[in-house]
């Protein structure tokens, strides 16, 4: 009798793994390939440009700001003079960092959202993890732009070494957030099963 009960919480199990897989994928779709259509929408010259909701959504644009002027705040507390635009921080005598849409970090933003959402936790737990993972995320990336900023004003012979500097950066912020997401799958685990009562009764 047992060992039906507990074929039957494996078969239960699978079932929400497969469940988590597919649904994973399919919002990380839907968040990632909605983002890069709102950017079209929202960036002059777009293929779907829309003025109202670049004037008035703009919403990476707004990432883009607030990514931009912590990081000069903090090349300029490392004694550096630093300007920007809307799109470009300058580190005078230094380097000039052009912040494209794949730098905001809204790919991995959206592979969060997509586990957080997929995984079976208790909503309390999505939340909270939705927002540290994001929150952690963008202070990541002002990390990243301001470390890169800093590392070409000192390092001058650094920056025909771009690409290989800026890899380095997503490679750590990728594996801090799958880290983070492993920990927190972990805490959450006996959501597979019934509970966690059932599944010691079982054993």
């Known amino acids: 009798m047992n060992k039906i009960i507990k074929e039957q919480h494996i078969e ?19 968040f990632s390939q909605g983002n890069l ?9 777009g293929a779907h440009y829309h003025k109202y909701l670049a004037e008035h959504l703009n919403y990476i644009q707004g990432l883009r700001n607030i990514l931009i002027k912590p990081s000069i705040w903090i090349i300029k507390a490392f004694g550096f003079y630093a300007i920007h635009n809307e799109t470009d921080l300058m580190v005078v005598n230094g380097p000039l960092l052009r912040i494209n849409y794949s730098c905001l970090g809204l790919g991995v933003m959206s592979f969060l959202a997509a586990f957080v959402f997929s995984f079976p936790a208790r909503w309390e737990e999505r939340i909270k993890m939705l927002i540290i993972g994001i929150f952690s995320i963008y202070l990541l990336n002002v990390i990243r732009i301001a470390g890169l900023g800093l590392l070409f004003g000192y390092f001058h012979s650094q920056r025909n070494y771009f690409e290989y500097h800026h890899e380095i950066f997503n490679l750590f912020v990728y594996s801090v957030v799958f880290v983070m997401l492993y920990g927190w799958a972990n805490k959450n685990a006996g ?4 509970s966690k009562f059932t599944k010691r009764k079982i054993e």
């Open 12 to 30: 239960k199990g699978n079932r929400k793994a497969i469940k988590f897989i597919v649904t994973l994928f399919l919002l990380y779709v839907i």
């Open 37 to 45: 259509f709102m950017n079209s929408v929202m960036s002059t010259g």
């Open 191 to 194: 959501s597979f099963s019934n």
